[in-house]
């Protein structure tokens, strides 16, 4: 676990909106913008401490050139942990530790330089 004190634990965007070939994220404006997923660098468990009422556990995707989140409730039928659990390195052991967290706390999950 990490909790850096420059993370966004309450983010506003911008959120990942479309996985294809590229990702597509939209910022709370409307600006869309896309990334290609080979550039990700590394995944996050963002989670912080208003659950349950508000939207407490999103996945941070840090690319080359930005960041674009996923609320961790969109997951609706668990398609999109298990694509990415498919990625080698991913860390369960990390998610298992961010889903159970209910404190302001950053989870790596998968790092592109530790493969």
């Known amino acids: 676990m990490n909790a850096h ?3 966004n634990f309450y983010p506003r965007g ?3 909106v ?3 070939e590229m990702f597509t994220c ?3 404006s409307g600006i869309t913008s896309e990334f290609d997923p ?3 660098q590394k995944i996050k468990i963002i989670t912080n401490d208003k659950g349950p009422f508000e939207e407490d ?3 941070k995707f840090e690319y080359t050139g930005g960041e674009c989140y996923f609320p961790s409730s969109g997951d609706k039928d668990g398609s999109f942990l298990a694509h ?3 990625l080698r390195g991913f860390d369960n052991k990390a998610f298992i530790q961010a889903a159970s967290s209910a404190n302001n706390a950053a989870f790596v999950v998968w ?3 530790a493969l």
Request: aromatic share 16%.
């Open 5 to 7: 004190s420059e993370e």
């Open 14 to 16: 911008p959120w990942l």
């Open 18 to 20: 479309g996985m294809d």
């Open 26 to 28: 939209k910022s709370a």
């Open 38 to 40: 080979k550039t990700i």
């Open 57 to 59: 556990v999103f996945w």
């Open 84 to 86: 990415f659990q498919g």
């Open 111 to 113: 790092d592109r330089n």
